[in-house]
């Protein structure tokens, strides 16, 4: 088989690609394996029948069924849906939104592709262009998406250490520059895979920044405002015309659904969907189909405050607790939990690196993520980056305990070892 570039690039089984398929057998190998190590959001019952009951009702509505099944949808996506939405966002946050700002997309990993891609690269000057990540780690998923090399640059945070063995990223205003080749500024709010939400005074900084450089800033909200909400409530939702708010109905619990929106300037909402529909055609129908009406009538909004939010507080306190108990006197260090579902540790002068930390969990029966995946366009050694696993806390109590006391374990071993 010979490949184009592209076909080498994006068919290689490497990085996330490779880990994912490492984690998918050892699952089948094993389905007894602790799994904490995903994206998938949590199985919430009451949730799950709330939905499985609107799609019944599409179902046996003979016009609804044929709009869900039988129809393209238009370029920038359901119309009624991109309406109630910009009201919405109108109503709530006073934000200047018409459905011409809203473009839907096939899940918002598929979105990220597409619009990073109008942005980074060669730009017709041939200015190779960069998206700069103001604040890395960053989301694993964004790591392998730019159609060419030297995609990312990224600045390190600043790490502030807090009472109870907690520590917290900042971005690092000092060492934060933004260059002539950066395209575009992208921070995940909350993060994954740290749970870190930047303040208000963080997200007005990187306005100012992607402002004077004429850039958009573009905000990754899939676990944070609206919905699902699993962010720090001191935080508010942030918008303007030159920024970019990237939503997903995934961890509402609809990750098959593969619903993903854009929030942009009209101008780069229609180029969005103008590449959209070269990759897709068209959206799928289903995720604006199921939300249709919720917004209007508040019960997404109740649903997200009355059973997805207290679900994750919930397990978020366990998982802390269940750190807490079993890390004794090790330098493990948790980031301060603050949003989305994952507890990042920071293992200080681990002895080995996180991936042979992730292989030796593995081999103990726990799924994790290593935390060096995520360290995304930062080019140099930095031994922090080493010293990081990321634990997802979204499922069922018993996982969650008995897997991080396995962590703990293993943790205490490696220590001793030396
Ligand atoms: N952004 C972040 C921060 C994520 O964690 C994920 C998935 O885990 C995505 C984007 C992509 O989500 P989806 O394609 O399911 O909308």
């Not at 076909?7 to 094993?30: P, R, T, V, Y």
């Not at 002539?180 to 900084?205: K, M, Q, Y």
């Amino acid at each position: 088989m010979r490949l184009s570039s592209f076909g080498e690039k994006f068919a290689a089984n490497s990085g996330i690609s490779g880990l994912m398929d490492d984690l998918g057998a050892a699952l089948s190998d094993d389905p007894t394996l602790l799994f904490m190590g995903g994206g998938n959001p949590g199985r919430i019952e009451s949730v799950e029948a709330t939905f499985a009951a609107r799609l019944t009702a599409l179902a046996s509505d003979r016009e609804r069924r044929h709009q869900l099944l039988g129809i393209y949808q238009e370029p920038q996506g359901d119309r009624v849906f991109r309406r109630e939405l910009a009201r919405f966002l109108t109503r709530e946050y006073g934000w200047s939104v018409g459905p011409e700002h809203i473009a839907l997309a096939n899940g918002s990993q598929s979105a990220f592709f597409v619009l990073y891609n109008l942005f980074a690269g060669r730009g017709s000057d041939g200015v190779e262009r960069q998206i700069h990540l103001p604040l890395c780690p960053e989301y694993v998923g964004y790591r392998d998406i730019g159609l060419s090399e030297n995609f990312f640059s990224a600045t390190r945070p600043r790490i502030e250490r807090l009472d109870g063995g907690q520590f917290k990223y900042h971005v690092d205003g000092e060492a934060l520059t933004v260059s002539s080749s950066a395209a575009a500024l992208c921070v995940s709010r909350p993060s994954n895979p740290t749970g870190n939400v930047i303040s208000d005074e963080e997200v007005a900084l990187l306005e100012a920044l992607a402002r004077a450089g004429d850039i958009p800033l573009i905000i990754d909200g899939a676990y944070g405002h609206p919905f699902p909400g699993l962010i720090e409530p001191s935080a508010s939702a942030s918008w303007s015309e030159q920024g970019i708010l990237m939503l997903s109905l995934s961890k509402l619990g609809l990750p098959g659904v593969r619903s993903g929106i854009v929030i942009a300037h009209p101008d780069i909402a229609q180029a969005f969907a103008r590449a959209n529909t070269v990759v897709s055609l068209a959206c799928g129908t289903l995720g604006p189909q199921l939300l249709r009406g919720m917004l209007d009538d508040g019960s997404l909004m109740a649903l997200c405050r009355q059973e997805i939010q207290p679900y994750y507080r919930e397990r978020q306190q366990l998982a802390v607790r269940a750190v807490e108990a079993g890390r004794g006197n090790l330098p493990v260090w948790i980031h301060r939990p603050e949003g989305a579902f994952f507890l990042w540790l920071w293992c200080e002068g681990l002895p080995i690196d996180s991936f042979t930390l992730y292989e030796r969990l593995k081999a103990r029966g726990v799924i994790v993520l290593p935390g060096n995946e995520f360290f995304i366009g930062t080019g140099e050694d930095w031994s922090h980056s080493r010293e990081c696993l990321r634990i997802s806390y979204a499922g069922d109590r018993e996982t969650i305990e008995a897997g991080i006391a396995l962590i703990m374990s293993e943790l205490h071993r490696c220590y001793a070892e030396g």
